[in-house]
């Protein structure tokens, strides 16, 4: 291996790190390099109360999307997918809002468990419609997607609507992690046990990309697989939406951007790609925090202006 590779794989770790340091130091309370000599009871409530959950957030949602982005783009066997492009993300909000109408004093749990299903139907609906797509562009699966989260999210606005409850639903229209204090960040968790079974199971979905009759004759429960990589997805997609709201394209412009710099190994790349998705939200969530500095827009502005350009690039350039 030679110095400059080397280099450049030590680069992201760096800038990882560079980005979580920024993040905790900066904001409308700045707590500023000064805080470390002499660190403050005000200072130190900043930090364990917003500073150190909003980071949490942001990594956890980061990898937690872009490793979504994986295991959906081995399923489909296309590198456009991701919950963004394949309704995911209007499926979850429609199962909060189905939750809040149902089961009004409900807890945050019983609101993600909506979300979970609402997002795995919408899933399993997609994966049916694309199986019956015999010749296809790989251009078209996100472009039906686009098209089934379209159809989602105006049955969620109409729902919504119809029940008085538009405005809670504005806050899921874009991310937005302003909000994340200690107390009510907690769920994204949830993602950690996800990126480890996706790791372990890293192999499996190998197999996937490879089509029902490969993976069959390899050995491997095709249908056990897929349900599988669909809960887990589910579940992140949950978790993030009843967190922070939606946050698009950091599940397809990651994966694919790793996949152009280390290839195609999952046993070797998800790491990377996890540390990457929680790089791209950390860059997007301090340009959103200091754009309008002391003001700051929702980190889903941001991430889809950068993310649509990526998205537009790829797309452009033409799958490999």
């Not at 794989?9 to 904001?27: D, E, K, Q, Y």
């Not at 929680?278 to 860059?283: A, K, R, W």
Request: glycine letters at 10%.
């Amino acid at each position: 291996m030679s110095m400059q590779t080397q280099l450049a794989r030590a680069a992201l770790p760096v800038v990882f790190a560079l980005l979580c340091i920024t993040s905790v130091l900066i904001g409308a309370n700045g707590l500023g390099l000064r805080w470390l000599l002499a660190p403050s009871p005000e200072a130190l409530l900043v930090l364990t109360a917003s500073r150190l959950p909003r980071l949490a957030a942001l990594v956890l949602t980061g990898a937690g999307l872009a490793i979504s982005g994986v295991i959906l783009q081995q399923i489909l066997r296309n590198r456009f997918a991701e919950p963004a492009t394949t309704g995911g993300m209007e499926a979850a909000k429609l199962g909060i809002l189905v939750a809040l109408t149902l089961l009004p004093t409900s807890g945050p749990l019983v609101r993600m468990g909506f979300a979970m299903l609402f997002c795995l139907a919408a899933s399993l609906i997609l994966i049916a419609i694309l199986n019956r797509i015999r010749f296809r562009d790989a251009v078209l699966v996100p472009v039906i997607g686009l098209m089934f989260g379209a159809v989602l999210s105006a049955l969620a606005e109409f729902y919504a609507f119809s029940h008085h409850i538009l405005q809670s639903m504005q806050g899921w229209m874009l991310g937005d992690f302003s909000r994340i204090v200690q107390g009510n960040y907690e769920l994204i968790y949830l993602v950690l046990p996800v990126v480890v079974l996706t790791y372990v199971f890293a192999r499996r979905f190998t197999v996937l990309a490879m089509g029902q009759d490969m993976a069959q004759s390899l050995g491997l429960s095709y249908r056990g697989m897929v349900a599988v990589g669909l809960m887990l997805v589910s579940a992140t997609v949950a978790a993030t939406v009843i967190t922070a709201g939606s946050v698009p394209f950091v599940g397809l412009v990651v994966p694919n951007l790793v996949t152009l710099w280390r290839g195609d190994n999952l046993r070797r790349t998800l790491p990377v790609v996890a540390l990457a998705g929680g790089s791209l939200l950390l860059l997007c969530d301090i340009i959103a925090r200091i754009v309008i500095y002391p003001y700051e827009v929702p980190l889903g502005l941001t991430v889809g202006g950068i993310g649509g350009a990526i998205f537009l690039l790829l797309i452009l350039r033409g799958p490999k």
